[in-house]
């Protein structure tokens, strides 16, 4: 298994450039998520879906969107690239739990994807 | 805001010391995880403990858990330099499962 993979590994945007980051898994996990990781913190959740069709926003969602159409693929798409954007953004996945609730369980990170918008 | 806290933010030691970090957290949870990460990689999961748990052991990691706290720390006996790395705590509130949310880190140095 490849596990959780990401591209690309780096990329430069000028302001206000749109782009898409990829994320695939080959678990057939349930869940989800887009990390971002600034210099010397913590990672901040910014999306996350628990199934495909199912997405919803996390800590800091704004300028990001998410589709969710396979349970493989959940990219993250940069709506109009600013500087305060720049970051290292990681792609997570976990297996989610069949019927009542969803308790967060291992998750397993891609290598991320160094973002430097100009 | 952020759920977890780590303390201290930055921790150096002697190879073959042992190293404790804290975390703490705002809300009740589910579970706590434990992450470590070395420079420029991705987070690779360490260990899990479950809020009805008080303490659970992986190899040379030890890690507590007190609800009434609303703390956990992480022990990492006799320290090596591959251990060099951050280190991140993670929950998920209960009132909200589907989101876990990173703690800002402590980043550990052991010198060889």
């Known amino acids: 298994n490849a596990g959780v993979t990401q591209t690309p590994k780096f990329q430069v945007l000028k302001t206000g450039q749109s782009m898409t980051l990829q994320c695939a898994q080959d678990?057939?996990?349930?869940?989800m998520s887009w990390y971002r990781q600034d210099p010397g913190m913590g990672l901040r959740l910014i999306h996350y879906?628990?199934?495909?069709?199912?997405?919803d926003q996390g800590e800091v969602p704004n300028g990001y969107n998410v589709s969710r159409s396979t349970t493989e693929d959940f990219p993250l798409r940069l709506l109009s690239a600013a500087p305060s954007q720049t970051s290292v953004y990681f792609c997570a996945s976990s297996r989610g739990l069949a019927g009542g609730q969803i308790r967060q369980e291992t998750q397993y990170f891609g290598p991320g994807t160094r973002l430097l918008v100009l | 805001s952020q759920q977890g806290e780590e303390d201290p933010q930055a921790l150096s030691i002697q190879e073959g010391e042992n190293a404790t970090m804290n975390c703490s957290y705002k809300t009740s949870i589910n579970n706590l995880q434990w992450y470590r990460q070395n420079s420029g990689r991705g987070l690779v999961h360490l260990i899990l403990?479950?809020?009805?748990?008080r303490e659970k052991h992986s190899g040379r990691l030890r890690v507590t858990l007190d609800t009434s706290k609303k703390s956990s720390s992480l022990l990492i006996t006799a320290s090596r330099a591959a251990d060099t790395a951050s280190y991140f705590c993670a929950t998920d509130a209960r009132d909200s499962s589907y989101k876990l949310i990173f703690g800002s880190g402590t980043r550990l140095l052991v010198r060889p």
């Open positions: 678990m057939n996990h349930e869940y």
């Open positions: 879906s628990v199934g495909a069709g199912i997405t």
């Open positions: 403990i479950r809020s009805n748990e």
